[in-house]
């Protein structure tokens, strides 16, 4: 719902490389802080729509 198809690819390697996730939400570029601003809007309604009622 909240996330492009290229972020969806992109974030499915954070589960096999974790260490990619941390190294992109210091990073300095603007494209990786788009990105994590996004992955966060995505993480923050996934547990809205998944949490516990």
Same mark, same amino acid.
């Given at each position: 719902?909240?996330?492009s198809q290229?972020?969806?690819q992109r974030g499915v390697r +954070? +589960?096999?490389e974790p260490e990619?996730?941390?190294e992109?939400?210091?990073s300095d570029s603007v494209a990786n802080e788009a990105f994590w601003d996004r992955w966060d809007r995505f993480s923050e309604t996934a547990e809205r729509l998944c949490g516990s009622a």
């Amino acid at each position: 719902m909240t996330l492009s198809q290229a972020d969806q690819q992109r974030g499915v390697r +954070f +589960f096999s490389e974790p260490e990619l996730l941390n190294e992109i939400k210091v990073s300095d570029s603007v494209a990786n802080e788009a990105f994590w601003d996004r992955w966060d809007r995505f993480s923050e309604t996934a547990e809205r729509l998944c949490g516990s009622a």
